[in-house]
């Protein structure tokens, strides 16, 4: 997989050599700036000015910490089950909670989520279409909103953080946090936080309320 390799990596400079700085720190705690893509790259900043929590790692406020579980969607922690070194792109299988799992795509230097229910019905994300256009990678880990059913763990929400490049400025990268609802028939983002102080507590807020919501449509 060395070209791929070689894209990814082509990626984290691209977005790397021009971030934007922002001064909030990256919901859910996933540290985009340190984790790697699905092909072994560094990922792009969330800040030049700041020193993020990795979006997704460990929630400073503890408040809420039974509704929050963790998984790793870095590329040591997931199983590859397609590749094409030639057309440059990669699909791993990824853990996650509940019987659910998640399948990372990278393509075109790319990344995007799909997720895949306990009854094996795919939902696909596509953050391309519905988030950011650019270049994106994905943060280190994908944080669940759970709640307890019959003693165990079911998730009903879910925050990824991607970091994008914007194509039409070259010196520009958002950080953004990816809201979904989740569930056994239909999984589908809801919402999209931009770089905001207090962005973690936003992307949890709007989670919990996933639900209810209607499926986001656009990257507007």
Not at 85 to 107: F, H, N, P, R, S
Request: glycine residues 6%; charged residues 25%; hydrophobic residues 35%.
């Amino acid at each position: 997989m060395k070209s791929i390799a070689i894209a990814s990596a082509l990626l984290a400079s691209f977005i790397l050599g021009g971030c934007a700085k922002t001064t909030n720190a990256p919901a859910n705690n996933a540290a985009p700036a340190t984790n790697t893509t699905a092909n072994g790259a560094e990922p792009a900043k969330a800040s030049d000015s700041t020193t993020p929590t990795p979006a997704n790692n460990s929630v400073g406020d503890n408040s809420d910490s039974e509704k929050t579980i963790y998984t790793d969607i870095t590329t040591n922690k997931c199983k590859t089950t397609d590749s094409n070194e030639e057309e440059q792109w990669i699909v791993q299988l990824c853990d996650g909670v509940g019987g659910y799992k998640l399948e990372v795509t990278e393509a075109d230097i790319r990344q995007t989520v799909n997720v895949v229910a306990p009854n094996g019905k795919k939902s696909e994300l596509n953050f391309q279409a519905n988030v950011a256009v650019g270049f994106s990678a994905l943060g280190d880990k994908a944080e669940w909103r759970v709640e307890k059913k019959n003693g165990k763990p079911v998730p009903y929400a879910m925050i990824v953080r991607l970091n994008a490049s914007d194509p039409e400025k070259a010196d520009k990268n958002t950080s953004y946090l990816v809201v979904s609802k989740i569930g056994p028939d239909k999984s589908c983002i809801t919402d999209v936080v931009k770089p905001m102080a207090k962005q973690n507590e936003e992307a949890r807020r709007l989670a919990d309320a996933a639900p209810s919501k209607p499926c986001r449509t656009s990257n507007e």
